[in-house]
């Protein structure tokens, strides 16, 4: 049974932190509240990162994400901010999305999730290992010539050249 | 084979008579006859005719006369001198064997099973008779028409179609058999056709040519039948194997005929009857006769060829040719007549009386000469019905050449008589006539100026005294005129028709009836015959001229009056003697002179005939001699008594009219006939040709189905529209509409919009997702392990 | 502990939350701001997997940095396009862009 201890606890807020910040980032009508509801969402998964023994992807989280990807979206906010406003806030089809958003969760729930990996499911975890690999493993990891040194050094070119890109595409015409 | 064969061989030598004038036709119509275009009102046309104004005409250049002439001359020559080679041949082998043996060549022409049909020549003493006559008559027309048709604009046409006339008439004479000789007699139909209608803008002149054809042409469809029953029962048409062969004869007298056979007519009688109507047409005889009077429309060179040496000869020879096919079965020596023979004897006497009797009324010179040759072919065909075999043969013969001259000096005196109206207009009156030939349409009324009526240089009441003018051809029309009346002794007229009554008064002796009728009617004929030849020479040639232009009347001097008269001098000679080879030996002084042991011309053609059927000579009797001089001799007095004692001057009336009285009209008038034909054939035909045949069959039956099958057409057409419009269009274009319809219903999911196709990325996802969920996971489940 | 599928739920609730911010906002940035939560999603599906069923492999927390990576390049050149889009249109309404169609 799902005991009460401060790890369930913990995974309740940050849970909730993060459903409620999603559930923010979609319905606010202020561009910058959505931003800011988005940091709250990550920050639960930061949470959940810590939570789940992965501590160097929960801070590479806090520093990518949030440090930098949700101040880029400010930035963004702030430069297309005439439209921020006065309009809708959803588009014609938002129904629909609706709809096809709850059919999807629920088809994943009760389709994929509990059938799999629920209470008595086909995959039940029924204990977990407390065994776990470190950082250290994770930095041998990344670059060891038989594991995945290689996906490494391409994501380094994939960002050497969105960040060029990007330049190229914002960048003003003169 | 080559040329020297032909020549030499007298078997083949026959096939190349026709060959000159044939030849000569071809050259003078494909090479020699060449016209140069003038306005038709220019002299050289001569003759104004007002429907050809404004327009060209064709008029002959003179190199063309020229060269025509000569080719024609040549072709006939040619003719002239191989007839009188195969001539000689004949008389070579000797009367009495010749006509045993004869010359013969056929070649096989169409093959018909096992046996083959075959086309050839044949000279027997019947041919040496005609090959004697026939080139020489043609010969002297054409040298007349080089002199008559001298300023004629289409004179080398003229003398293609006379070289065409003799080729044609040659053929028939060489013939061996019926085909060929109908080939033969057919071509001349033509060529009378054409030749009567020569000239051609003149509407009687075509009207005569479309009347000669069609009478000739309704006798020669029966012949044709007569011909074809023949072939059908006897498998040959050649003369020696039918006429010259017992069995064949034999047969066909025994056969009933298709027709009317159970009134015991025999097959060899109904073919003989079918072929003497083809004569009958041929040579006018009643009732066909009502052509050859109307066929004087045509130069006079062709009246002679027509009348004279070729075409109603043509007909005459055919029946003396058949002879053995009418008498099978019957003995008209003694006195049992077969049907053929009854009906020629009947048709043949009949005609010499009626026809003469009409030429006695008549005014137009030419005019009396064709009732006369009528008349003069009914003697021949009765003699035939008779059996007097060898007397129609010579009175053929002698007739020919007799009447050709008759009709070529008719010509001269009708030449010299336009010759002369232009002189008297010339000196007189400011006339605007153009006479060079009779070609201008005497009731022309463009032509009325100060004259009340139109002058015609062929009636004979406006001639007179020409024999001071033109004493050539009074002379030679004498002696035709006597030869033809049968003057005693001296012409061979007389010893013909003494012949012809010789042989009539045999069978009269004997008691039988028909030669009884015959000798009758034919000697009234003759009486006639007499007195209207004497009427006609004097009427013309005695007395005072009775106009301007009978006074001026000559045929001046050159070589048109040179080549007019030569022949006419030519055949007064042969009307003289050609009569002495008939003889008969009995008879006193020229008996001895001429003929001391037999009568030549009788022991020679005698032998055409089969043994059986060849005929005795009559013993000589004086009654028919008697009648002979008495008939003539009477006619030819009384005619002198009305006509040249006291020769009528101008404008006095024909003493004949106040004799007869109305008589003489129905007489002048043809007793009717040609209004009878018009009434009873003519206008019911045209009427039913207009109203039924155009006017219903034509327009409503023809045209009606015509437009019928248009009018299904169009239906059918419509019908293919629609199902055009509704399957082919719509389906066709149906469907690509349908297409873009549906397609521009169906890119409206495109809206450019990628919130929108993600949305429909997820719905799709979520889809699979459900048919996998309900597939129980489908594939994958079995997959694992 | 938490059993594995609390975090799976919970991913997906935030996946599907992303998914409808992707589908219904009329904004291209808040558009953005749903695909970062897709991704975070995935994160936390991957991360859990990892430490529930094999804590000791680590191509799950390998998987997961890749995927930062992605998500800032991504985020960066989107952002890009979108501040060039609004300086031709003065708009960043994604549903008025949409002439790529027929």
């Known amino acids: ?174 | ?785 | 502990m938490v059993p594995l599928w609390a975090y799976l739920l919970v991913a997906a609730g935030l996946f599907c939350l992303g998914a409808y911010g992707v589908l219904s906002r009329r904004n291209a940035i808040a558009v953005l701001m749903g695909i970062e939560l897709m991704l975070n999603a995935v994160n936390i599906n991957l991360v859990a997997f990892w430490r529930y069923l094999s804590p000791l492999n680590m191509a799950g927390q390998a998987f997961t940095a890749f995927i930062f990576v992605i998500a800032a390049a991504e985020a960066a050149v989107g952002l890009a396009i979108i501040i060039s889009v609004y300086r031709s249109r003065q708009s960043v309404i994604v549903e008025d862009v949409d002439i790529m169609k027929w």
């Open chain 2, 1 to 785: 084979m080559n040329l020297n064969d032909f020549l030499s061989d007298p078997n083949l030598l026959p096939w190349l008579i026709p060959v000159g004038p044939l030849l000569a036709f071809f050259i003078i119509t494909l090479a020699t006859n060449r016209a140069k275009l003038l306005p038709a009102t220019s002299e050289e046309y001569g003759g104004h005719h007002p429907d050809y104004d404004g327009m060209l005409v064709p008029v002959v250049t003179t190199r063309s006369r020229v060269l025509s002439i000569t080719v024609g001359l040549v072709g006939i020559g040619i003719a002239w001198i191989l007839s009188l080679v195969t001539v000689f041949n004949g008389l070579g082998v000797g009367a009495g064997k010749f006509g045993k043996t004869v010359f013969e060549n056929s070649i096989a022409w169409m093959a018909t099973g096992a046996t083959s049909f075959n086309m050839g020549v044949l000279v027997d003493p019947l041919t040496v008779a005609m090959l004697v006559m026939v080139p020489l008559a043609c010969a002297m027309i054409f040298i007349y028409s080089v002199g008559y048709m001298a300023h004629d604009p289409r004179q080398s046409r003229f003398f293609a179609l006379i070289a065409l006339f003799a080729g044609a008439m040659l053929t028939l004479v060489v013939a061996d058999n019926l085909l060929l000789m109908f080939v033969g007699w057919e071509v001349m139909g033509l060529c009378s056709y054409m030749l009567i209608g020569f000239w051609f803008e003149k509407k009687s002149a075509y009207e005569a040519a479309i009347k000669a054809f069609i009478t000739t042409r309704v006798a020669d469809v029966i012949m044709l039948l007569g011909i074809a029953y023949l072939y059908a029962e006897t498998g040959t048409l050649s003369f020696r194997e039918i006429l010259y062969n017992e069995e064949v004869l034999h047969h066909l007298a025994t056969t009933p005929a298709l027709l009317l056979g159970g009134l015991g007519l025999s097959a060899s009688a109904l073919i003989g009857i079918f072929l003497i109507i083809g004569t009958i047409g041929k040579s006018a005889q009643f009732p066909l006769h009502v052509w050859l009077p109307d066929a004087m429309e045509g130069p006079t060179p062709v009246s002679a060829m027509i009348h004279a040496a070729a075409m109603v000869s043509a007909g005459i020879y055919a029946i003396i040719r058949m002879y053995p096919l009418f008498e099978a079965g019957g003995h008209p020596h003694e006195g049992d007549l077969t049907s053929p023979l009854m009906l020629m004897a009947l048709v043949g006497s009949f005609t010499a009386i009626f026809s003469a009797t009409i030429a006695v009324a008549q005014n137009d010179v030419k005019r009396v000469l064709a009732y006369s040759t009528i008349s003069q072919l009914g003697f021949m065909m009765a003699a035939l019905g008779i059996g007097a075999y060898i007397a129609a043969a010579f009175h053929l013969i002698t007739h020919a050449f007799f009447k050709a001259l008759l009709f070529m000096a008719s010509g001269a005196v009708i030449h010299g008589m336009e010759h002369g109206e232009h002189h008297a207009h010339e000196h007189g009156h400011t006339h605007g006539h153009d006479e060079h030939h009779a070609a201008h349409d005497a009731r022309d009324e463009t032509h009325h100026h100060e004259e009340h009526h139109t002058f015609d240089p062929q009636d004979m009441m406006n001639m007179g005294g020409l024999r001071k003018t033109m004493p050539v051809t009074f002379y030679t029309f004498l002696i035709g005129g006597l030869s033809l009346a049968g003057f005693p002794l001296l012409t061979a007229g007389f010893w013909s028709k003494d012949e012809i009554l010789a042989d009539a008064y045999l069978g009269l002796s004997k008691g039988f009836g028909p030669h009884a009728l015959v000798f009758v009617l034919l000697a009234l004929a003759a009486f006639l015959t007499a007195f209207y030849t004497m009427r006609q020479l004097g009427l013309t040639f005695m007395g005072e001229p009775r106009t301007p232009a009978a006074e001026h009347a000559n045929l001046g001097r050159g070589i048109v009056s040179f080549t007019m008269t030569l022949p006419l001098i030519i055949l007064a000679f042969l009307a003289i003697f050609a009569g002495f080879v008939g003889v008969p030996p009995e008879f006193p002084v020229f008996g001895a002179i001429f003929s001391p042991e037999t009568n030549p011309f009788f022991e020679f053609v005698k032998y055409t005939l089969l043994p059986a059927m060849q005929p005795e000579k009559p013993p000589f009797n004086w009654l028919p001699v008697l009648t002979s001089f008495v008939v003539a001799l009477g006619g030819l007095g009384l005619g002198y008594l009305v006509y040249w004692r006291k020769p009528l001057k101008a404008g006095q009336p024909d003493p004949l009219v106040a004799f007869l009285g109305p008589v003489h009209t129905v007489l002048k008038n043809k007793y009717y006939f040609d209004e009878l034909y018009a009434a009873v054939f003519v206008k019911p035909l045209r009427w039913f040709s207009e109203v039924v045949v155009v006017g219903f069959l034509d327009r409503n039956i023809i045209d009606g189905f015509l437009h019928l099958i248009g009018r299904v057409a169009t239906w059918i057409g419509e019908l293919f529209k629609l199902l055009n419009t509704w399957l082919i269009d719509g389906v066709g274009d149906g469907i690509p509409e349908l297409v873009a319809v549906f397609g521009a219903w169906f890119r409206r999911i495109q809206t450019g919009r990628v919130q929108q196709y993600l949305l429909l990325i997820a719905i799709a996802a979520i889809l699979i997702a459900l048919i996998f969920a309900a597939t129980a996971g489908g594939v994958l489940v079995q997959a694992a392990p």
């Open chain 1, 1 to 174: 049974m799902i005991e009460l201890n401060v790890q369930t606890i913990a995974f309740l807020i940050c849970a909730l932190f993060i459903l409620g910040g999603g559930l923010g980032v979609v319905t606010t009508r202020n561009l910058i509240h959505a931003t800011l509801y988005l940091i709250l969402s990550l920050f639960g998964v930061a949470g959940f990162f810590v939570l789940l023994s992965a501590p160097f992807l929960a801070a590479v989280q806090v520093l990518v994400y949030i440090g930098a990807i949700a101040i880029l979206i400010i930035f963004a906010v702030m430069l297309t901010r005439s439209m921020t406003q006065l309009r809708q806030v959803y588009n014609h089809q938002w129904t629909a999305s609706a709809v096809v958003s709850g059919l999807l969760f629920a088809l994943l729930v009760v389709g994929v999730i509990l059938p799999v990996w629920g209470i008595n499911g086909a995959q039940a975890v029924e204990t977990v290992s407390e065994v776990v690999a470190d950082t250290v493993d994770l930095g041998k990891a990344l670059v060891d010539r038989n594991q995945y040194v290689l996906p490494f050094e391409v994501a380094s070119l994939l960002l050497t050249a969105a960040m060029i890109g990007a330049i190229v595409i914002a960048r003003d015409d003169e």
